[in-house]
């Protein structure tokens, strides 16, 4: 709750420009795409694959961005020994999550009731991705900051690096388009195992055969794990006046 009112304030809309901010970059995103009338593969509309792919990759570019700097933000609460760098983490990731997450529901929902996307054809492994999206990049943005908290040059990188991940994340493109060897390459990102099982989820023709749940848990563990380390070592460093 604090952060909600930090960051949006009680003027205009509020507290629902957490959904409005990213509801009006995907609306963009859709519209660019509103006159394709061919579809990729199957039954995959342009706008919905556009959509889907834009909404699950801004949970991660917002959370991973916006952690670095997040601890200087809020070191008042650092104040209170109860209050841990893990809490003002992990309540930003799911602060970002929320608004994404019924960013994409919203946009969806409308796009179905118009005709222009049919419902999701695996619900359950649609949420999953979401649910491993929102795990990997809480765990970047544990070791994001914890890297750039003393060190204002890893720090400048943080938002290009969010931008230059796009292109090659897999959102808005399938790895069956991709010729070897560079295919085999890609599978190290786990973005694209995301991206695959998402629309796995959604698109009844998507292929199940490029993403592995076992690969992308153990991403996720390690991620996770070296993020808590680096945030107690930064904790042991800290100096409040």
């Given at each position: 709750?604090?952060?909600?009112?930090?960051?949006?304030?009680?003027?205009?809309?509020?507290?629902?420009?957490?959904?409005?901010?990213?509801?009006?970059?995907?609306s963009a995103i859709a519209l660019?795409?509103?006159?394709?009338?061919?579809?990729?593969?199957?039954?995959?509309?342009?706008?919905?694959?556009?959509?889907?792919?834009?909404?699950?990759?801004?949970?991660?570019?917002?959370?991973?961005?916006?952690?670095?700097?997040?601890?200087?933000?809020?070191?008042?609460?650092?104040?209170?020994?109860?209050?841990?760098?893990?809490?003002?983490?992990?309540?930003?990731?799911?602060?970002?999550?929320?608004?994404?997450?019924l960013c994409l529901v919203i946009?969806?929902?409308?796009?179905?009731?118009?005709?222009?996307?049919?419902?999701?054809?695996?619900?359950?492994?649609?949420?999953?991705?979401?649910?491993?999206?929102?795990?990997?990049?809480?765990?970047?943005?544990?070791?994001?900051?914890?890297?750039?908290?003393?060190?204002?040059?890893?720090?400048?990188?943080?938002?290009?690096?969010?931008?230059?991940?796009?292109?090659?994340?897999?959102?808005?493109?399938?790895?069956?388009?991709?010729?070897?060897?560079?295919?085999?390459?890609?599978?190290?990102?786990?973005?694209?195992?995301?991206?695959?099982?998402?629309?796995?989820?959604?698109?009844?023709?998507?292929?199940?055969?490029?993403?592995?749940?076992?690969?992308?848990?153990?991403?996720?563990?390690?991620?996770?794990?070296?993020?808590?380390?680096?945030?107690?070592?930064?904790?042991?460093?800290?100096?409040?006046?």
């Amino acid at each position: 709750m604090r952060e909600l009112h930090t960051r949006y304030g009680r003027e205009n809309v509020g507290y629902l420009w957490v959904i409005g901010e990213p509801l009006t970059l995907a609306s963009a995103i859709a519209l660019i795409h509103i006159g394709e009338s061919s579809h990729y593969a199957g039954d995959m509309r342009p706008v919905p694959f556009a959509v889907l792919g834009y909404c699950v990759f801004i949970m991660f570019r917002s959370t991973f961005s916006r952690a670095e700097g997040a601890l200087e933000a809020n070191m008042p609460l650092m104040y209170h020994r109860m209050v841990t760098i893990f809490d003002i983490m992990i309540s930003r990731a799911l602060l970002e999550a929320a608004g994404t997450f019924l960013c994409l529901v919203i946009l969806m929902g409308f796009l179905i009731s118009i005709d222009y996307a049919d419902p999701p054809e695996r619900p359950l492994w649609m949420i999953a991705a979401i649910g491993y999206m929102f795990w990997f990049s809480a765990g970047m943005s544990f070791i994001i900051v914890a890297i750039t908290h003393d060190n204002r040059l890893l720090g400048r990188l943080v938002h290009p690096v969010a931008y230059i991940m796009m292109p090659i994340s897999g959102a808005f493109y399938l790895l069956e388009w991709i010729p070897m060897p560079y295919r085999e390459w890609l599978l190290w990102i786990p973005f694209i195992h995301i991206f695959e099982m998402v629309r796995y989820g959604f698109f009844r023709s998507a292929n199940p055969d490029y993403f592995s749940v076992t690969y992308l848990t153990a991403v996720c563990m390690v991620t996770t794990y070296i993020g808590l380390v680096l945030m107690k070592l930064l904790r042991g460093r800290l100096h409040l006046h």
